[in-house]
């Protein structure tokens, strides 16, 4: 019965340690990550090799959809819009099909990345953006699917892929300069209104230089037309706090009465107990 018991604890360790054997991927995994002017791009895919075969019109047949490598979809993840074939993507992640001719690819950028290869029922509306680029011939064979960001500038960069003896290449264009531009134009313009508001604010609750809250929050209010009445009320509080309490009264008043319009009645009440402690008539 030992014997036994031995032989059977034998076999299930040969079984647990044969489990645990790694080998390669047939369509190994990549992975990688560019930054396009002020975008982060990030490509996943698996990397199939020729091993002998035919690709392009044998093992990959002319004008059928492909899955663009192998296992999992391929995707493709931009941190900010980007525009493809003239269409305007949003940020996100996007499956990457393509349909490859002799002489041509359709290339396409599917909104679903959940997908193992190509979707079992194929949505059209998915489809955030279809390219057509040419096919390049290569000089050589390219063993292993290849994917790659080329020809990177601030604005743009090219999606290429290459196997066998194919090369395309998808033009994808990034608002970089845009982007840029706004940053710069609200840089030299000064500060925001939101931006004095939020500085005034915190040097109030954070116990900070209350003049200077004070300084600010009058041009947070001055650069608003139509101030709202939770503004005017840390002015109030900010005016209070620095020893003005005709300018606290004032504002408080104002806050009150755009509170009632607005159908706030916390506001109300804050304003309401402020003046009264403060004294208003």
Do not use: C, H
Request: hydrophobic content about 40%; proline content about 4%; cysteine-free.
């Amino acid at each position: 019965m030992k014997k036994i018991i031995l032989l059977f604890s034998a076999l299930m360790l040969t079984v647990s340690i044969q489990a645990q054997v790694q080998t390669p991927q047939a369509s190994p995994f990549q992975k990688i990550e560019q930054k396009v002017g002020l975008t982060d791009v990030t490509l996943e895919y698996s990397r199939p090799s020729m091993k002998g075969r035919a690709i392009f019109g044998a093992l990959v047949p002319y004008d059928k959809m492909w899955r663009t490598g192998a296992n999992a979809s391929t995707k493709i993840t931009f941190s900010d819009g980007v525009e493809i074939g003239g269409k305007t993507l949003k940020a996100g992640t996007y499956a990457v099909y393509t349909t490859p001719s002799a002489s041509s690819w359709d290339v396409y950028f599917y909104s679903d990345a959940s997908s193992w290869g190509t979707p079992e029922n194929w949505d059209e509306s998915k489809v955030a953006a279809k390219v057509t680029v040419a096919a390049y011939p290569l000089p050589i064979d390219i063993e292993t699917f290849t994917m790659s960001l080329d020809d990177l500038t601030n604005d743009s960069v090219v999606l290429g892929m290459m196997w066998e003896k194919s090369y395309v290449g998808v033009p994808i264009k990034f608002f970089t300069d845009k982007a840029v531009t706004a940053g710069i134009e609200k840089t030299m313009n000064g500060p925001s209104a939101a931006d004095y508001y939020a500085s005034a604010v915190y040097y109030l609750e954070s116990g900070k230089d209350i003049n200077q809250a004070k300084t600010w929050i009058d041009k947070a209010i001055d650069m608003n037309k139509e101030p709202a009445f939770w503004q005017l009320r840390q002015k109030s509080l900010i005016y209070a706090k620095a020893g003005d309490k005709k300018g606290a009264i004032e504002a408080a008043k104002k806050s009150l009465e755009l509170a009632k319009t607005a159908g706030n009645t916390d506001y109300v009440a804050l304003n309401e107990k402020s003046l009264k402690e403060w004294g208003a008539k």
